[in-house]
């Protein structure tokens, strides 16, 4: 109904190309779980196919992205500038990026992780893809904010969600801290460049909650303005 008024109102709206951009983005995060778990057992088949999985939705999120950057026009009657638009979205598109990087990573090294950290590094992905959950849920207020002409309520609603993002993201900051200080002192006993790895796929993890972060630090942003 919301998407309706704003197309009526301004005519074909690019919030909801945005809003499908992200949850096909959110559906490349979502498959991280199985595949660190297909890793650390050294299923190496079922790792390659959910690899294979987050490509295809990586390469499916390329598209909509395509498709909305052709299709926007330099003005528009937005309460948002062309500019932001275009941020938000390649910000939303990086989360896709760098799941495919670190699972092309992980599945390339045949990266299976050492069983002190593994509990970690699960926790700290099952973080990265609420962060990214809480994102897409933010970007899906969109249309609901536009239509109340960015009414109090519901701008409220959407700094409740930004915050819960910020604080997800602080607690992948904590877990990222604690997996570090454990293979410090496994260091010794592991092949370097594994170990140079397993703190770059790390790294990555976490850049993951960061991208979503920015996603809502943008949508703080055009809230601003």
Known sequence: MAKNIIDGLFGKSPISPLQKHMTQVHSCILELNGFM???????WAQAEKIRSDIGAKEGEADILKKKLRLSLP???MMPF???DLLDLLLIQDSIANITKDVSGLMIN??????????DDVIELTKVCIKTSSM??????ELDELLETA???????VI????????KLESKSDKIQYEIR???FPLESSLPPVDVMFYYRAVEWLGELADAAQKVGSRLEVLLAR
């Open 37 to 43: 778990v297909a890793i650390h057992v050294q299923n």
């Open 74 to 76: 330099s003005t528009f």
């Open 81 to 83: 500038s062309r500019r």
């Open 109 to 118: 090294r045949k990266m299976a992780l050492p069983d002190e950290i593994f």
């Open 135 to 140: 994102a897409l849920k933010a970007v899906n």
């Open 150 to 156: 960015f009414g109090s309520r519901e701008r409220k």
């Open 159 to 166: 700094g409740s969600i930004i915050k819960d993002v910020n």
């Open 181 to 183: 200080a454990k293979l």
